[in-house]
């Protein structure tokens, strides 16, 4: 037991050396089935972020810490320029050392998922399943729409380091974003 545990927190001491003492070899991640999808009168938003992971990154996912990741929603209306509808969701990473188990809380559905297999964990760290977004009254008829989707996550507090640790490095310092061709209130309820 005391030897998974040492091995556990030594995890933790080759991500402050990775950060501290070399450059993070980052990746480009990027949006992947990105849809909006009419169900009840409710436009639910469902995609996943691809290329998110290096292993450098899982080495830090599996270090103990709450590693989040933060998706930005906006629906904007072309013609005008302006925001109809907003979302802003979280997806929180947490590797239990002690029980060897994974967890995933997603905001959008206010679901804990529980795992013991670190790919399946990964997958649900980075996917929006039908997550309701908005109203359909927020759309006119005969408007043109688009929406535009970023993520990115914070900085982080790592024990006897002072200044806080860029996780955006893993992706290479950039948010990964997408926006959708224009579509029309019609496109949606076909």
């Not at 995933?104 to 039908?130: C, G, M, P």
């Amino acid at each position: 037991m005391l030897q998974f545990i040492t091995d556990k927190l030594s995890a933790g001491a080759l991500i402050v050396s990775q950060l501290l003492l070399t450059a993070v070899v980052g990746t480009d991640p990027y949006f992947v089935d990105v849809s909006l999808e009419l169900r009840d009168e409710r436009l639910m938003y469902t995609a996943t972020l691809a290329e998110s992971f290096t292993p450098d990154m899982d080495v830090l996912l599996q270090s103990g810490d709450t590693v989040t990741i933060h998706f930005e929603l906006d629906l904007v209306n072309l013609q005008t320029d302006s925001v109809v509808a907003i979302a802003d969701w979280e997806h929180q990473f947490l590797y239990s050392i002690l029980e060897d188990e994974y967890t995933v809380y997603k905001t959008e559905s206010d679901r804990l998922i529980h795992s013991y297999n670190f790919f399946e964990a990964k997958q649900e760290w980075v996917h929006i399943r039908r997550a309701f977004f908005c109203k359909l009254d927020v759309l006119e008829d005969e408007l043109q729409y688009a929406l535009r989707v970023s993520a990115y996550m914070d900085e982080m507090d790592m024990p006897g380091i002072t200044d806080k640790v860029n996780l955006m490095s893993y992706w290479n310092r950039i948010r990964p974003a997408h926006i959708s061709e224009p579509f029309m209130l019609r496109n949606l309820e076909q």
